[in-house]
């Protein structure tokens, strides 16, 4: 058993300790990785691992929960204790973390209540998740013979809301679960944000990326002590349209160095790793931003677990602190491949792949998560019976963005806020009676950040209006994660202007890490081996997706690409990643 403590110092088994930690998100490296990312961490010279723990991973569908796999989190703490590492754990209900809605689950939105908040409703839900969370997590911590040194309590809650009766009762819950090494915040340095997110008996902490001393300074003049930043951002994420955002390594690894030389720090991140499936958050001030597949961050290790300049850097610095020679680098696990162009099998329009689907009928349109979806695509459509011609069409509590399509071609494509405006045809579209008008409707990522957090239905919630008069009457159908990585294609003829998937196989014959080039694509999802990878956009900047080799296997690998915008090209499979144009920022 151990036992650690925060005074003036951060205190373990009565010695002082300085924690040198890194994050490392579980949930986006895949199992058989583990091990050599957290080897990486050691070897960089960090003390600690640190990890978010989202909710909607644990708990996707209400009441159904999941432990397993690449969520196997107790395995993942475990693996760090292995290699003699100390964690910290932040299992808030909300992460943030350019993660889908926070780590909130999407189920949440089915229902009236107010978010991150007091509110008896929503505290029912967190309470459920942690009676099945924190049993897992307290045979960890130190005190039980573990290595959890401490855990947080929400995150980042002054920059969202003042609600400290909500703070009281998220660190009541995890007190009564088991849960007994000490609890923390951790804020932006500004004043406000500390006095709305902050609690007595909760050790606060700072994020930032620059200017250590004068962070510093600030958490002296608010009395902090032990200090500490939590998430010292040595990088930044990348949204579709946007540069890849880097850091320079050298201003970095000087501010990295000045808060060692002021308290404990951990590296957000020291590896990114990649938001598999379509967990990619966004952000909206005005405009909506969705983020990438890759999490890359231009941390210290990339994406594919490589070392880069950022790593070396952020080592030296530690040596140079330290009298005890750091572990040598360990061995990749395995080299980078190139497997060439894959093979196209079959294709066929995307909506012939829907017809087996449920089918929810509908008087006006209902969102996603009304009809139990969280993620992907949902269509809508309905016969025009009264039309001779298309003019104008409005749509209501619409996100995020929108493809109308006539008889399964696509007519008009709007996103976020111009789905606030007429679509306007003109000249008019001739219709004749029964043809059918559908909405093919993708949820881009829900926002993780920000004011418009409560605001994340997805698909339609409102009404439909055709030429200035409401339509009533809709059938609705789901393509979510499951169905984007499985669906079965059968050839058939793709019209142009349609929405297509297809099926490629590719040879592996010696397993390698490797990158799936989409660049002669459009926009859409790619599957491999019935794994979702995540999403491409030819607007950039992530040009190339990785694929790491568990998710391979020798002989025969198959992809399904689902591709909305009517240009298609061939996958290639690459050994060398391309995120695109950099566009250096500070954090």
């Given at each position: 058993?151990?036992?650690?403590?925060?005074?003036?110092?951060?205190?373990?088994?009565?010695?002082?300790?300085?924690?040198?930690?890194?994050?490392?998100?579980?949930?986006?490296?895949?199992?058989?990785?583990?091990?050599?990312?957290?080897?990486?961490?050691?070897?960089?010279?960090?003390?600690?691992?640190?990890?978010?723990?989202?909710?909607?991973?644990?708990?996707?569908?209400?009441?159904?929960?999941?432990?397993?796999?690449?969520?196997?989190?107790?395995?993942?703490?475990?693996?760090?204790?292995?290699?003699?590492?100390?964690?910290?754990?932040?299992?808030?209900?909300?992460?943030?973390?350019?993660?889908?809605?926070?780590?909130?689950?999407?189920?949440?939105?089915?229902?009236?209540?107010?978010?991150?908040?007091?509110?008896?409703?929503?505290?029912?839900?967190?309470?459920?998740?942690?009676?099945?969370?924190?049993?897992?997590?307290?045979?960890?911590?130190?005190?039980?013979?573990?290595?959890?040194?401490?855990?947080?309590?929400?995150?980042?809650?002054?920059?969202?809301?003042?609600?400290?009766?909500?703070?009281?009762?998220?660190?009541?819950?995890?007190?009564?679960?088991?849960?007994?090494?000490?609890?923390?915040?951790?804020?932006?340095?500004?004043?406000?944000?500390?006095?709305?997110?902050?609690?007595?008996?909760?050790?606060?902490?700072?994020?930032?990326?620059?200017?250590?001393?004068?962070?510093?300074?600030?958490?002296?003049?608010?009395?902090?002590?032990?200090?500490?930043?939590?998430?010292?951002?040595?990088?930044?994420?990348?949204?579709?349209?946007?540069?890849?955002?880097?850091?320079?390594?050298?201003?970095?690894?000087?501010?990295?160095?000045?808060?060692?030389?002021?308290?404990?720090?951990?590296?957000?991140?020291?590896?990114?790793?990649?938001?598999?499936?379509?967990?990619?958050?966004?952000?909206?001030?005005?405009?909506?931003?969705?983020?990438?597949?890759?999490?890359?961050?231009?941390a210290p290790l990339s994406e594919e677990g490589?070392?880069?300049?950022?790593?070396?850097?952020?080592?030296?610095?530690?040596?140079?602190?330290?009298?005890?020679?750091?572990?040598?680098?360990?061995?990749?696990?395995?080299?980078?491949?190139?497997?060439?162009?894959?093979?196209?099998?079959?294709?066929?329009?995307?909506?012939?792949?829907?017809?087996?689907?449920?089918?929810?009928?509908?008087?006006?349109?209902?969102?996603?998560?009304?009809?139990?979806?969280?993620?992907?695509?949902?269509?809508?459509?309905?016969?025009?019976?009264?039309?001779?011609?298309?003019?104008?069409?409005?749509?209501?509590?619409?996100?995020?963005?929108?493809?109308?399509?006539?008889?399964?071609r696509v007519i008009a494509t709007r996103m976020?806020?111009?789905?606030?405006?007429?679509?306007?045809?003109?000249?008019?579209?001739?219709?004749?009676?029964?043809?059918?008008?559908?909405?093919?409707?993708?949820?881009?990522?829900?926002?993780?950040?920000?004011?418009?957090?409560?605001?994340?239905?997805?698909?339609?919630?409102?009404?439909?209006?055709?030429?200035?008069?409401?339509?009533?009457?809709?059938?609705?159908?789901?393509?979510?994660?499951?169905?984007?990585?499985?669906?079965?294609?059968?050839?058939?003829?793709?019209?142009?202007?349609?929405?297509?998937?297809?099926?490629?196989?590719?040879?592996?014959?010696?397993?390698?890490?490797?990158?799936?080039?989409?660049?002669?694509?459009?926009?859409?999802?790619?599957?491999?081996?019935?794994?979702?990878?995540?999403?491409?956009?030819?607007?950039?900047?992530?040009?190339?997706?990785?694929?790491?080799?568990?998710?391979?296997?020798?002989?025969?690998?198959?992809?399904?690409?689902?591709?909305?915008?009517?240009?298609?090209?061939?996958?290639?499979?690459?050994?060398?990643?391309?995120?695109?144009?950099a566009k250096e920022i500070v954090t």
């Open positions: 058993m151990g036992d650690f403590r925060i005074s003036r110092d951060f205190m373990l088994n009565g010695e002082k300790i300085q924690l040198i930690s890194g994050s490392i998100h579980y949930f986006r490296v895949v199992p058989e990785y583990w091990y050599h990312r957290l080897q990486m961490l050691r070897a960089m010279g960090c003390n600690t691992v640190e990890t978010y723990i989202p909710w909607n991973f644990h708990e996707p569908r209400k009441g159904k929960f999941d432990f397993s796999g690449i969520r196997d989190v107790e395995r993942f703490i475990r693996t760090a204790k292995e290699l003699g590492l100390y964690a910290i754990i932040r299992p808030s209900p909300y992460i943030c973390a350019e993660w889908e809605f926070g780590g909130l689950p999407a189920w949440l939105l089915k229902e009236d209540m107010v978010i991150r908040s007091r509110d008896p409703r929503y505290l029912h839900h967190v309470a459920a998740y942690y009676d099945h969370l924190l049993p897992r997590l307290a045979p960890l911590q130190i005190t039980q013979g573990g290595n959890i040194l401490m855990m947080q309590v929400e995150n980042e809650y002054g920059s969202y809301g003042d609600d400290k009766e909500y703070l009281s009762a998220l660190a009541s819950m995890m007190r009564e679960r088991g849960i007994d090494v000490p609890l923390f915040t951790s804020d932006g340095p500004e004043p406000e944000m500390m006095s709305c997110g902050t609690l007595p008996g909760l050790h606060p902490t700072c994020n930032f990326g620059s200017k250590s001393a004068e962070r510093a300074s600030f958490m002296e003049d608010w009395g902090i002590s032990p200090k500490m930043c939590m998430e010292f951002w040595c990088g930044w994420f990348d949204h579709w349209g946007k540069d890849h955002m880097v850091t320079d390594a050298k201003a970095s690894a000087k501010d990295f160095a000045e808060m060692l030389d002021h308290g404990s720090i951990n590296i957000y991140m020291f590896h990114g790793g990649t938001s598999f499936g379509l967990m990619n958050g966004a952000n909206d001030f005005g405009t909506l931003n969705a983020d990438v597949t890759s999490y890359d961050y231009d490589v070392p880069t300049d950022k790593y070396r850097m952020f080592r030296h610095a530690v040596q140079q602190r330290t009298a005890t020679l750091l572990p040598g680098l360990p061995m990749a696990p395995v080299p980078f491949r190139s497997y060439g162009r894959a093979t196209l099998v079959s294709s066929m329009p995307l909506l012939q792949g829907i017809e087996r689907q449920v089918v929810h009928e509908m008087l006006t349109p209902q969102s996603m998560e009304m009809v139990d979806q969280a993620y992907g695509y949902i269509f809508y459509r309905a016969p025009l019976n009264h039309e001779e011609s298309l003019r104008t069409i409005h749509l209501n509590g619409a996100a995020d963005r929108v493809q109308v399509m006539l008889n399964g976020d806020r111009e789905l606030n405006q007429a679509i306007v045809f003109d000249p008019p579209i001739p219709v004749n009676k029964g043809d059918q008008l559908g909405f093919l409707v993708e949820n881009m990522g829900r926002v993780n950040y920000g004011p418009r957090l409560p605001l994340q239905r997805k698909g339609i919630a409102g009404q439909i209006f055709i030429n200035g008069h409401q339509h009533f009457g809709w059938e609705a159908v789901s393509l979510d994660e499951n169905l984007l990585a499985t669906m079965a294609v059968t050839q058939a003829e793709v019209p142009d202007q349609t929405p297509v998937v297809s099926s490629y196989t590719f040879q592996v014959d010696e397993l390698g890490d490797t990158w799936l080039d989409m660049s002669g694509f459009g926009k859409g999802t790619v599957a491999v081996n019935g794994f979702l990878l995540g999403r491409f956009w030819n607007i950039g900047p992530q040009k190339r997706l990785y694929i790491p080799s568990p998710l391979l296997k020798s002989g025969e690998n198959t992809l399904l690409v689902v591709e909305t915008e009517g240009v298609r090209g061939n996958p290639v499979l690459v050994d060398v990643p391309d995120l695109g144009e």
